[in-house]
């Protein structure tokens, strides 16, 4: 079973920031969250990942709570290009548990 | 430098039939695994290999087998297919540091 969840799918208009939620409550301490996203019939693309920092760079902004339970992957400004399958996975830095992804969330862009 | 690449793009297989898929990860990758992906099911790991061993497996029957050479290029194979094997594979290459993958555009599998 996939250690996230993210809405299915989530609308918002060109130009305005599109704010992404994942929840990971069983996330521990040596577990990073990472982003991708896969455009249709694609494969899927890296975008951030974070331990307990938030972190920012050209494509995204990834904001994670003190916790560490639940994170927002932020696309300041929105495009029909940023139309995709968004999948936020947790993965300890030793790498010896298996890479589930989930259902993701289905962003589609507003013109 | 090049990506990772995956052939075929895409192949048709009969039922009862098995196919080898191929990754090359990018240049310098030791780590790589594989996924199936299936309008159904979503994105489901199968395996990971580093240094040619592998590392994890997923929730996959005794048909679906991987290997990974000693120039880190990873094969699957799938034995005595069946219709529900018809989806997108994926290859995925990492440095092992910090587990961000690299994807290939996959092959798609279509079994008849």
């Known amino acids: 079973d996939a250690k996230t969840t993210q809405p299915p799918s989530m609308d918002c208009a060109e130009g305005r920031a599109a704010n992404l939620p994942c929840n990971h409550s069983?996330?521990?301490?040596?577990?990073?969250v990472y982003w991708y996203r896969q455009i249709h019939s694609q494969g899927p693309q890296y975008i951030i990942h974070?331990?307990?920092n938030n972190e920012t760079n050209e494509m995204a902004s990834l904001i994670i709570t003190e916790d560490r339970k639940s994170s927002t992957l932020i696309l300041p400004h929105a495009t029909l290009r940023d139309t995709a399958v968004y999948y936020c996975?947790?993965?300890?830095?030793?790498?010896?548990?298996?890479?589930?992804f989930g259902k993701g969330t289905r962003l589609h862009i507003l013109p | 430098k090049a990506g990772v690449t995956q052939t075929p793009r895409y192949l048709i297989k009969t039922r009862g039939q098995q196919v080898t898929l191929s990754c090359s990860p990018i240049?310098?990758?030791?780590?790589v695994s594989w996924y199936q992906q299936t309008p159904g099911q979503g994105l489901q790991f199968l395996f990971e290999?580093?240094?040619?061993?592998?590392?994890n497996k997923g929730n996959f029957p005794g048909r679906f087998s991987g290997r990974q050479f000693s120039n880190s290029r990873s094969e699957m194979n799938v034995s005595t297919l069946e219709l529900g094997d018809s989806a997108l594979y994926l290859c995925?290459?990492?440095?092992?540091?910090?587990?961000?993958?690299?994807f290939g555009e996959g092959s798609r599998l279509t079994v008849l």
């Open positions: 996975i947790v993965r300890g830095y030793n790498r010896d548990d298996k890479i589930i």
């Open positions: 995925a290459s990492t440095t092992g540091r910090n587990g961000e993958l690299f």
């Open positions: 290999y580093f240094s040619e061993t592998q590392r």
């Open positions: 069983t996330i521990s301490g040596n577990e990073y």
């Open positions: 974070g331990l307990k």
């Open positions: 240049s310098g990758h030791r780590s």
